[in-house]
T-cell receptor
Framework: GAVVSQHPSWVICKSGTSVKIECRSL??????MFWYRQFPKQSLMLMAT?????????EQGVEKDKFLINHASLTLSTLTVTSAHPEDSSFYIC?????????????FGQGTRLTVV | AQSVTQLDSHVSVSEGTPVLLRCNYS??????LFWYVQHPNKGLQLLLK??????LVKGINGFEAEFKKSETSFHLTKPSAHMSDAAEYFC????????????FGDGTTLTVKP
């Protein structure tokens, strides 16, 4: 099946610094990728939709200047958490459609555990 | 807004007994429905999916789910629980026009007692 890889799988950073998380589709092209956030013991909440070659679409309540998304190619989307604070500590998961993207499931990355100290 | 409701936040079963995890969805048109399992600090693993084909869907690890349109339900079952089934389970839906944009239920924690 299709594989989506996230890197890093975990990261610890100091408050005020920025962290970049990569999401790659390894064996298919993804025109659209999605970024989710999961707090402990909670469900996944969609943060934004990343579109190749255009601006991301953010869900209501998500700060686009804080969570910068870039989808520069058909196989890579990045999420940068800028000026991270402890409340940004969370599990971030990406998913991707294949290029057809209809009637199929999303393929999820393994997630990135971000801890801001 | 389209939604998914998992009716139980926690389910506890004994090893070897049946598992039932319940999921209802809001209905405006036929969605694609999924069940995922998540072990601690891990990503999501797809157990099974319904995409308007057979209403009884068989997945991995002995799990299956039945799509019931009249009840707007997609409950997950397994005849005999194994200790390794202990995990968090998420029911999710997506529109057929954009499979990757999923709405998740709140999750059900499955505990399996020896």
């Amino acid at each position: 099946g299709a594989v989506v890889s996230q890197h890093p799988s975990w990261v610890i950073c100091k408050s005020g610094t920025s962290v970049k998380i990569e999401c790659r589709s390894l064996d298919f092209q993804a025109t659209t990728m999605f970024w989710y956030r999961q707090f402990p013991k909670q469900s996944l909440m969609l943060m934004a939709t990343s579109n190749e070659g255009s601006k991301a679409t953010y869900e209501q309540g998500v700060e686009k200047d804080k969570f910068l998304i870039n989808h520069a190619s058909l196989t890579l989307s990045t999420l940068t958490v800028t000026s991270a604070h402890p409340e940004d500590s969370s599990f971030y998961i990406c998913s991707a459609n294949d290029r057809q993207g209809r009637g199929t499931e999303a393929f999820f990355g393994q997630g990135t555990r971000l801890t801001v100290v | 807004a389209q939604s998914v409701t998992q009716l139980d936040s926690h389910v506890s079963v004994s090893e070897g007994t049946p598992v039932l995890l319940r999921c209802n969805y809001s209905s405006s048109y036929s969605p694609s429905l999924f069940w995922y399992v998540q072990h601690p600090n891990k990503g999501l693993q797809l157990l099974l999916k319904y995409t308007s084909a057979a209403t009884l869907v068989k997945g991995i690890n002995g799990f299956e789910a039945e799509f019931k349109k009249s009840e707007t339900s997609f409950h997950l079952t397994k005849p005999s629980a194994h200790m390794s089934d202990a995990a968090e389970y998420f029911c999710a839906r997506s529109d057929n026009t954009n499979a990757g944009k999923s709405t998740f239920g709140d999750g059900t924690t499955l505990t399996v007692k020896p």
